[in-house]
């Protein structure tokens, strides 16, 4: 009965998998656009001090936006890169979207840690001075930080959808006393973005009140690092007061790992690009971090054998063995290797396909 019982699993996981496989055919990386890693190593990126009235309202909001932040050159190779996200399609990419939450297969592309295969966004990491800035708001500019993600997304119609990305950063921390304080995501726009346009929506002061909320009742902070009880508080917190800005190329929005946000869901023509860099402290790779102690698991991309350069250390500088394995180029894996990866967590995968096919037939109208 067992044997049937596995090989009708097997079966199963087979059929749901099978649109992955054309994934596996796609060009390795971004070939167009090349530039060298940094030298020397080690490498700081460039400083940018902030104001102390920026420090403090993104202590008090939870979001702050930072006009004309990126030089002219990084923006526009960060125009750039994000046309070649756009117009082609790699195994990278189009898999990396099967290894995260599944709220974003609405996207037409969607790129987890898309500067291991683009060297132009590799350049907006290492070049610009967000990693300085990151770590001021972090609170102290001599701490390690490592840039534990960056994600390319773009799309016509793209679903509101609210969320903090918490447990996203809750697998690189060991604490489990909500450390709102450690980790933060910088969101940057290719285009013109507002509310009309998909532009982000940020709950004023929602970092604070998420904290509050797990930290003073009877459930506990454990409790937020749960899937159930996370979406139970996101969907019954307040939505206000609002911050919709008007942003464009250049343009920084950071924001808090506990702050609540989401695209407007309003779409008035034309698709939406944007990159995001996710940066932390504290950052612990073992495995039992808080958040693999069964709450969210994403099976992640791949890892490089050598060294964690899937998110590697940028502030206060980069480390030797990281910088060796990028100057060699991009960062990819082979198919087995990304076969591998997805078959560590083949609920997950079946779970997410079928959510992506569905999305495919049906449209994704998000939330209203
Ligand atoms: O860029 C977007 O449309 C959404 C980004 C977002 O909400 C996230 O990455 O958590």
Redesign the pocket.
């Known amino acids: 009965m067992l044997r049937w019982i596995g090989a009708g699993c097997s079966i199963l996981a087979a059929v749901l998998l099978a649109p992955l496989v054309p994934l596996f055919l796609l060009p390795a990386s971004y070939l167009d656009h090349r530039s060298v890693h940094p030298r020397p190593s080690t490498w700081t990126p460039p400083s940018y001090r902030l104001p102390v009235e920026d420090i403090a309202a993104y202590d008090r909001d939870g979001v702050l936006i930072l006009r004309n932040v990126l030089p002219k050159e990084l923006a526009e190779k960060l125009d750039i890169a994000g046309h070649d996200l756009v117009n082609s399609a790699t195994m990278h990419c189009e898999l990396s979207k099967f290894t995260g939450p599944p709220i974003?297969h609405g996207?037409q592309r969607y790129c987890g840690r898309a500067q291991l295969v683009h060297d132009f966004l590799r350049d907006v990491l290492y070049l610009s001075p967000l990693a300085h800035i990151a770590a001021q708001l972090l609170k102290d500019d001599g701490e390690v930080l490592r840039n534990i993600a960056d994600?390319f997304?773009s799309g016509g119609q793209?679903p509101k959808r609210w969320?903090s990305?918490f447990l996203a950063f809750s697998k690189f921390s060991s604490a489990r006393d909500i450390p709102c304080d450690d980790g933060l995501?910088i969101?940057m726009p290719l285009e013109e973005s507002f509310a009309e346009k998909?532009g982000?929506l940020y709950v004023n002061g929602s970092h604070r009140r998420f904290k509050n909320h797990f930290t003073q009742r009877a459930w506990g902070a454990q409790s937020a690092y749960g899937v159930k009880a996370f979406f139970e508080y996101v969907s019954a917190a307040p939505k206000e007061p609002l911050v919709s800005p008007r942003m464009q190329l250049g343009d920084a929005a950071i924001f808090s790992q506990c702050t609540l946000?989401?695209?407007s869901g309003i779409h008035k023509g034309g698709i939406?690009r944007?990159y995001?860099l996710r940066f932390a402290k504290n950052v612990v790779f073992e495995e039992g971090s808080a958040g693999s102690g069964g709450s969210v698991s994403f099976p992640g991309v791949p890892q490089h054998p050598e060294a964690r350069i899937e998110s590697p250390q940028i502030w206060p500088q980069t480390l030797e063995l990281e910088d060796r394995i990028r100057a060699r180029g991009h960062v990819t894996y082979p198919a087995t290797t990304w076969m591998a990866q997805l078959a560590s967590k083949p609920l997950f995968v079946a779970a997410t396909t079928m959510i992506s096919l569905k999305v495919a037939l049906l449209g994704d109208t998000g939330e209203a």
């Open positions: 974003f996207y994600v997304m793209l969320h990305d995501i969101w998909n982000m946000h989401t695209t939406r944007a995001q």
